[in-house]
T-cell receptor, first 111, second 115 residues
Framework: AQSVTQLDSHVSVSEGTPVLLRCNYSSSYSPSLFWYVQHPNKGLQLLLKYTSAATLVKGINGFEAEFKKSETSFHLTKPSAHMSDAAEYFCDEGSQGNLIFGKGTKLSVKP | GAVVSQHPSRVICKSGTSVKIECRSLDFQATTMFWYRQFPKKSLMLMATSNEGSKATYEQGVEKDKFLINHASLTLSTLTVTSAHPEDSSFYIC???????????FGDGTRLSIL
């Protein structure tokens, strides 16, 4: 059975420092992995997706994620946090078309 | 690209009324749609999975008689909050996934305020 685990419910970083949001998946199939972002009082937006092409996926707003099969991970990173990155981030596994959604990680960015 | 349209974006109504929220997939067929609820400063909570042509699957703790879901066509799912009360005030979001290895597409959400 598939599952997704976001290891941190809350991550706090200083502006200009790197961001790491962790996501581990469990899937019997070749996974399709996605990261979404939700800014306060806004809908959700797709950041990036992995669907068995390149293992390093670049998304919008300078985010990227690396698929590591050996670690069953798809962590989201950004080299330098910006205040506007403060939001909630969700990891998703969609190879079977149903809903496997992480519980979300809230990212706070301190000035 | 695929778009999900959610309507209305904002509803304010009196306690005791029923409110219907629509979720439409505009350029793809969605056999499955998802309904979420989000309380202020809280994460998304999956309420139910809406299946075209069959009964919705509700998550534990979600009252099916309170939150009626109808998925009558491949492009439309509706959520009706029946006899709404102030505690039902929340942000409701729907999503749909294009069949295959595709991301979810989210509606812009409906902010429901019950007076």
């Amino acid at each position: 059975a598939q599952s997704v685990t976001q290891l941190d419910s809350h991550v706090s970083v200083s502006e200009g420092t790197p961001v790491l949001l962790r996501c581990n998946y469990s899937s019997s199939y070749s996974p399709s992995l996605f990261w979404y972002v939700q800014h306060p009082n806004k809908g959700l937006q797709l950041l990036l997706k992995y669907t068995s092409a390149a293992t390093l996926v670049k998304g919008i707003n300078g985010f990227e994620a690396e698929f590591k099969k050996s670690e069953t991970s798809f962590h989201l990173t950004k080299p330098s946090a910006h205040m506007s990155d403060a939001a909630e981030y969700f990891c998703d596994e969609g190879s079977q078309g149903n809903l496997i959604f992480g519980k979300g990680t809230k990212l706070s960015v301190k000035p | 690209g695929a778009v999900v349209s959610q309507h209305p974006s904002r509803v304010i109504c009196k306690s005791g009324t029923s409110v219907k929220i629509e979720c439409r997939s505009l350029d793809f067929q969605a056999t499955t749609m998802f309904w979420y609820r989000q309380f202020p400063k809280k994460s998304l909570m999956l309420m139910a999975t809406s299946n075209e042509g069959s009964k919705a699957t509700y998550e534990q703790g979600v009252e099916k008689d309170k939150f009626l879901i109808n998925h009558a066509s491949l492009t439309l799912s509706t959520l009706t909050v029946t006899s709404a009360h102030p505690e039902d005030s929340s942000f409701y979001i729907c999503s749909a996934r294009v069949p295959g290895d595709q991301p979810q597409h989210f509606g812009d959400g409906t902010r429901l305020s019950i007076l």
